[in-house]
């Protein structure tokens, strides 16, 4: 199976990062996680999932907090200033990065080539070496230096996803919506999974015949 890079910054959207690194577990992929000191306090407050930064200590937290039943073999976390670590390596193989939430300074410095941390250094790893990179930005309204970050990275290679569920599904709950944004995700680093529900097409009409006529 893969090696996939899962970076975790400091902006709302904590969900999106269980569901993805959960399904890569159950896909039976190798998962190397960074997880920013805002990101710390992003999932403490949206998950309540409190975490050291103590990489050895938190594996299992973290495992825990994934909802899967993968060993701890399958995941391995580095300190966000480890910049020794594989990962901030090109001679080190890894199949794709997703940074999720990624906040606009996260952004920024990845557009920017700022490697002040290991997570922007894995994602220029990404680039220099061409694998998929796929960065999930949520902030609203959006500045013009977001969006000119936004132009920077993709014309350097990365994708850039928002997280912006759709509602073509008809979500029935909040799961519904971070399994949109989830599986796009997955998706776009060419995983499968059974979060993305592809479409094809509306339900047949429960119109009756008579109504069709109407204008």
């Known amino acids: 199976m893969g090696v996939y890079v ?4 400091g902006a709302s959207g904590a969900p999106y990062a269980r569901r993805v690194l959960e399904q890569m577990l159950v896909a039976g992929h190798d998962v190397k996680v960074v997880i920013t000191d805002a990101g710390r306090k992003v999932l403490e407050v949206e998950e309540n999932l409190v975490l050291t930064g103590n990489t050895e200590a938190d594996t299992p937290v973290l495992l825990e907090w994934s909802q899967s039943e993968q060993s701890t073999d399958s995941v391995e976390m580095y300190h966000h200033k480890d910049v020794a670590s594989p990962i901030a390596s090109g001679s080190f193989p890894f199949d794709g990065m997703v940074v999720v939430p990624c906040s ?7 557009a920017h080539g700022i490697s002040s941390g290991l997570l922007e250094r ?7 070496e061409r694998r998929r990179l796929v960065l999930v930005p949520r902030e609203m309204p959006i500045s013009l230096i977001h969006l000119r970050n936004m132009t920077s990275v993709t014309e350097a290679g990365a994708i850039v996803l928002p997280a912006s569920p759709g509602f073509y599904h008809n979500p029935t709950g909040i799961d519904d919506l971070i399994d949109m944004v989830a599986g796009r995700i997955l998706a776009s680093l060419g995983i499968e999974s059974l979060v993305m529900k592809p479409w094809f097409g509306p339900e047949p009409s429960s119109y009756s015949d008579s109504e069709e006529g109407i204008h």
């Open 104 to 110: 606009g300074g996260t952004l920024g410095r990845i």
């Open 122 to 128: 894995a994602a220029d790893v990404c680039l220099k």
């Open 6 to 9: 899962l970076g975790i910054a």
